[in-house]
């Protein structure tokens, strides 16, 4: 089975990827409450986007992650639909500008492959929520895994700086799991990388 703490793949430096447009919604509620739970980058958003972070809600809705951005307790920019909802196949949500840095690592995290070990990963760094029960059964839809791979491409294209595609569990390893030993990483890392 395969290990989260061990998702990571880096981005060729030299890639020439075009700036390709993404099939997203804003997601008003979270859009709307993201001013409370993200903080300004410290650098202009095209230089600071070093990594991209995958997570996997534990949840069953869009509704159950966009309620911790309400609560003010974590953020994130987009957030990829489960097969049960009617955005699924269709679109992901925007639910935090990308000029603002998301809370979705703790500030302690750290990885020596990733930004050489910083710490702060969110100012340096984009969070995608796949919601996914992350309980053994509830494997990823086709249409989440592409859809996540789109959202890397997209970003690829417009940050120059962007290195690393790493999983929450590989920053934060003795509290995280998502997105889980069922998430097909070399399938996903394919789609973005060919």
Request: hydrophobic share 40%; proline share 7%; net charge negative.
């Amino acid at each position: 089975m395969a290990d989260p703490t061990e998702f990571q793949f880096d981005l060729p430096p030299d890639r020439n990827w075009a700036r390709i447009p993404l099939a997203e919604e804003i997601h008003q509620t979270a859009w709307a409450a993201a001013g409370g739970c993200a903080s300004l980058r410290r650098a202009p958003q095209e230089e600071a986007v070093r990594v991209i972070v995958i997570h996997a809600t534990a949840g069953a809705s869009t509704a159950g992650a966009v309620s911790v951005m309400e609560e003010g307790r974590a953020s994130f920019h987009w957030i990829v639909p489960d097969k049960d909802e009617p955005a699924h196949g269709k679109h992901v949500w925007a639910t935090c500008p990308e000029r603002l840095a998301a809370w979705h690592v703790r500030k302690s995290c750290a990885h020596p492959d990733i930004c050489a070990g910083a710490t702060n990963i969110n100012r340096l760094s984009l969070g995608i929520e796949i919601v996914n029960r992350q309980n053994g059964r509830d494997l990823f839809s086709d249409w989440q895994i592409k859809a996540t791979a789109e959202i890397i491409r997209y970003a690829a294209g417009k940050y120059p700086n962007l290195a690393h595609v790493v999983s929450h569990a590989r920053l934060d390893p003795t509290r995280r799991t998502d997105p889980g030993a069922n998430f097909p990483w070399a399938d996903f890392r394919a789609l973005v990388l060919d």
